[in-house]
């Protein structure tokens, strides 16, 4: 949906600056390459930034604070079960 028909910025658009770090709606205008029109879509931008500021800050207090991503090491590769010809594992007597 759009959120400023003036600029044709969507919802995803603005989703996708705040993803980036825009915090406040001038930075996400500024992102977006906003040029004055109407204004008609600065109260609906300020609501969007403020659900999402309230989420993130949910989430972060819900999990600790927010997440530092690592890598994963690789797995080193470790020999299986030898096998016989027929691909089974050999069986060993109970």
Not at 1 to 10: F, G, H, K, L, Q
């Amino acid at each position: 949906m759009y959120v400023c028909i003036c600029n044709v910025v969507t919802e995803d658009d603005v989703h996708g600056c705040m993803a980036d770090g825009c915090t406040t709606a001038k930075e996400v205008k500024a992102a977006c390459g906003f040029k004055p029109g109407c204004g008609m879509c600065t109260k609906r931008i300020h609501t969007m930034v403020s659900e999402y500021r309230t989420a993130s800050e949910l989430a972060d207090a819900l999990t600790g604070g927010p997440a530092t991503l690592t890598a994963v090491p690789e797995a080193p590769e470790t020999p299986g079960p030898e096998t016989s010809e027929g691909g089974a594992a050999p069986q060993t007597a109970a």
